[in-house]
Nanobody, 126 residues
Framework: QVQLVESGGGLVQPGGSLRLSCGAS????????MGWFRQAPGKEREFVAA????????YFADSVKGRFTVSRDNAKNTAYLQMNSLKPEDTAVYYC???????????????????WGQGTQVTVSS
């Protein structure tokens, strides 16, 4: 089992930035690829970004490419999602997740991830 806890969400103005954190406990964090997803009201959960086990490979949805970055610190059992140039359409609950599927491109379907955090709300509004 891997337990994941997100933090760092909040209210931000358009054009602003936020950094989400995902703390992990349980099994060896470095054994898992990490993914970030988001879900807006009335919409399906969608893929945002992923990072490989050692952090060497990252992958992004087209909607966030160039604005978001993803990183991880395996010594701290933590993954991060840095979100810049935020737009109102980025408003959603953001989830981190862990997968044992290791390939490129990484999995982008929620069903391909084994463990999930509880989510953190990000609201982009003036």
């Amino acid at each position: 089992q891997v337990q994941l806890v997100e933090s760092g969400g909040g209210l931000v103005q358009p054009g602003g930035s936020l950094r989400l954190s995902c703390g992990a406990s349980g099994r060896i964090f470095g054994n898992y690829g990490m993914g970030w997803f988001r879900q807006a009201p009335g919409k399906e959960r969608e893929f945002v970004a992923a990072i490989s086990r050692n952090g060497g490979v990252t992958y992004f949805a087209d909607s966030v490419k160039g604005r978001f970055t993803v990183s991880r610190d395996n010594a701290k059992n933590t993954a991060y999602l840095q979100m810049n140039s935020l737009k109102p359409e980025d408003t959603a609950v953001y989830y981190c997740s862990a997968t044992q599927i290791h390939r490129y491109p990484p999995p982008t379907g929620p069903h391909q991830y084994d463990y999930w955090g509880q989510g953190t709300q990000v609201t982009v509004s003036s």
